[in-house]
Structure formats: structure tokens, C-alpha cells
């Protein structure tokens, strides 16, 4: 009986350890964003390091990840990823997120700036509700070979370059015309009867802008074709779709327009009703070291908001920023501002009498 006993005490400890270790292997990390940010390879190399957390991704954009958050109170996910301006007001609204321990996080590896700015953005309450991660820009790109004074939002509606320019019909491309009307729509942001007299001047160019356009973009891949078949020469762009063509035809180029170009940076977000807080600061800090982060740009295009992010740049569009960029251009960058309730609404109807009025 009494080796019985040891036996049955024996299996009983196993099952235990064997148990813990199985229940503490089942940690998942539920990933909400955007495509191309959580490359395979990263997640590989982080479940090596951390194989007790297995690693899910689910990709989305701004809009959908509020929209998931929003019906969930912030459940689902452990570590969201939207852009420092869809924080602010959709935390007031739907208190979809958690403060952040920045405790847990080496911001040291951050470019000041950046961190600074986000946290400017997203702090409520003296609570910080979001860190950078990657940011990049939109502006314009054109054939410098057939457009060598292409720098500017209007440039797009210049008759010399008639149906031969494309532009994405989104909030991106109001804004820009905005600023190069001379009008600062961010600042416009604290008075919407304001904004909304800037949108309908901004919508009634557009509109007589049409035929100066040979297609309206809907997405990376049509308007590279359509940049490498040069039925386009000149367009409104991500950067970095403009960097992707730079390294197969470096007559084409991003530029920055001259009021400045439009500047986001995508962030980390705990979500409130998140269920692995630990796991989802191990991930901020595994994806911002050098050599993830060269990994990364590869896979996004954006430069990582790490101190020198530009030199970890794979080399190739290391060498399209440098072409695109110097410093007098950084200064000028028109970072996006918080949007306030009600602006999405009052863009998405300008955006629907441009598409009515242009077939867009």
C-alpha cells in the first residue's frame, strides 16, 4: 500500500507539472492590425523566443479595428495597432483601451519626437494610452522624366498633365488639397462649421478636377501598374507604394509636396478587456530590436519610430527615402490631428459627392 501510495503521489506531482506546463503553453496573443505587420518570420522568431505564447493575427484597418472594439467593449483582442489619431476620441467615446504600464516597455528605443507626439495625442486622464511603432507618410509621386516640376496637391489638376494624373478618393486627398488651397484643415478641426465650408471648397475642386484624372486608385497594386505602364505619371500615394517603384524604375519618385506631406504613425494599444497584458509588452519590445526592426520595414514599407529607424531600413528603400527626403522636408511633415467626432461623417458625405459627381 505504501508503495502504492508513492506511486499515486509520484503521477500526481507529473501531472501537475506536465499540466502547468500545458496550460501555461496555451497562452495566445491575439494581434489586431494591419496588413503586413506582423510578418511570419517575426512571428516565428518570437514564438522561439517566448514558446509558451502562440501568436494570432487578425488584419484590419482604422476603421475596422474600432468597429471590432467598439461591439466587443475591447474584448477579443490582446494588442491593437490604430494610427495615433483614432485613439483619443474613441477611448472618450467607447473606452475600448487600457492605460498603458510603461514600465513594461523600453522606450528608450523610441525616437523622442515620435513617443512625445503619440503621447501628446493619447494621454487622458494623465493616463498614456499609446507608443509608436511605425510611421510613414502620404504625398505624391510622379516620373520625374515627364513631370520634373511636379511638387504639389494641385499639381494632380494641372492641365498640362491632363489624363495623366490619379488620385485615391479618401480623406487623404481632401486634406492635401485643403493645404494646398491655403486652408489648415486640422486647425479647422476646433470649429466644424469651419471644416465644413474647407470640405466644400475642397469638394467642388476636386469635382472640376475630373477630367484631369485617368483612373482614381483603389489600392498599391493598380497604381504601380498603372505608374510602370506610364499611363500615369503623376499621382497622390502612400510612400510606401512610391518607395516599392523607386526600386524598379528610380525615375519615379515620392515627393513630398511643398505645404507638406501628410504624416501618420501606427501605434500599440492594449485593449481593455485584453487578457495578455504580459504577452502583448514582450511583443512590443521583441519587434522594436534593430534587426526586427530591418525585418519589419521590409515586410510594411514604414519606418520603424525607433532612434535611427531611417538607417534600418532595408537598403533599398533606405536609398527611395533618402531620394524622397532631407531634413527641411522632414520638418515639414503635417503630422495627422486627433479626429474629432462627427469629422469622418462630414469627409466620408464630400467624399460621396465627389464619387456621384466624377464616377469614382
Not at 126 to 147: F, R
Not at 331 to 356: Q, S, T
Request: hydrophobic share 40%; proline share 4%.
Amino acid at each position: 500500500m505504501r508503495k502504492l501510495g508513492r506511486t499515486l503521489i509520484a503521477t500526481t506531482a507529473m501531472a501537475m507539472v506536465f499540466g502547468g506546463a500545458t496550460a501555461q503553453a496555451e497562452t495566445t496573443l491575439r494581434i489586431l492590425t494591419w496588413g503586413s505587420y506582423a510578418p511570419d518570420k517575426v512571428i516565428e522568431m518570437f514564438e522561439e523566443k517566448y514558446p509558451d505564447i502562440k501568436v494570432e493575427v487578425t488584419f484590419s484597418n482604422n476603421e475596422e479595428m474600432i468597429a471590432k472594439l467598439r461591439a466587443t467593449g475591447g474584448a477579443g483582442y490582446d494588442l491593437a495597432q490604430p494610427s495615433h489619431d483614432r485613439i483619443y476620441a474613441a477611448q472618450l467615446e467607447y473606452d475600448i483601451y487600457k492605460p498603458l504600464d510603461l514600465s513594461q516597455i523600453d522606450t528608450s528605443n523610441m525616437d523622442p519626437n515620435l513617443l512625445a507626439g503619440v503621447k501628446a495625442n493619447t494621454t487622458i486622464d494623465g493616463e498614456v494610452y499609446a507608443v509608436p511603432h511605425q510611421w510613414g507618410t502620404s504625398g505624391l509621386m510622379a516620373d520625374i522624366t515627364k513631370a520634373p516640376d511636379f511638387n504639389s496637391w494641385d499639381d494632380l489638376c494641372d492641365p498640362q498633365y491632363k489624363g495623366r494624373t490619379s488620385m485615391r478618393l479618401k480623406r487623404t486627398i481632401l486634406l492635401g488639397t485643403a493645404f494646398a488651397m491655403g486652408k489648415d484643415p486640422f486647425a479647422a478641426y476646433a470649429d466644424l462649421d469651419e471644416y465644413q465650408n474647407i470640405l466644400d471648397e475642397v469638394t467642388e475642386k476636386l469635382i472640376a478636377c475630373k477630367d484631369n484624372i485617368k483612373t482614381y486608385w483603389q489600392g498599391g497594386d493598380d497604381l504601380s501598374s498603372l505608374m510602370l505602364s506610364g499611363e500615369v505619371i503623376a499621382s497622390e500615394t502612400w510612400d510606401s507604394t512610391a518607395y516599392k517603384l523607386y526600386g524598379e524604375n528610380q525615375n519615379i519618385v515620392f515627393i513630398p509636396p511643398e505645404t507638406g506631406a501628410l504624416a501618420w504613425i501606427d501605434t500599440f494599444t492594449i485593449p481593455r478587456k485584453g487578457e495578455a497584458d504580459d504577452a502583448a509588452y514582450k511583443w512590443i519590445n521583441f519587434v522594436l530590436q534593430p534587426e526586427i526592426v530591418t525585418m519589419m520595414s521590409a515586410s510594411t514599407g514604414a519606418i520603424a519610430a525607433v532612434n535611427g529607424g531611417i538607417d534600418l531600413l532595408p537598403e533599398d528603400k533606405k536609398a527611395a527615402v533618402q531620394a524622397a527626403f532631407d531634413d527641411e522636408d522632414i520638418a515639414n511633415l503635417k503630422f495627422f490631428a486627433n479626429i474629432p467626432a462627427g469629422v469622418e461623417d462630414m469627409e466620408g458625405k464630400a467624399l460621396e459627392r465627389i464619387k456621384a459627381a466624377t464616377g469614382g
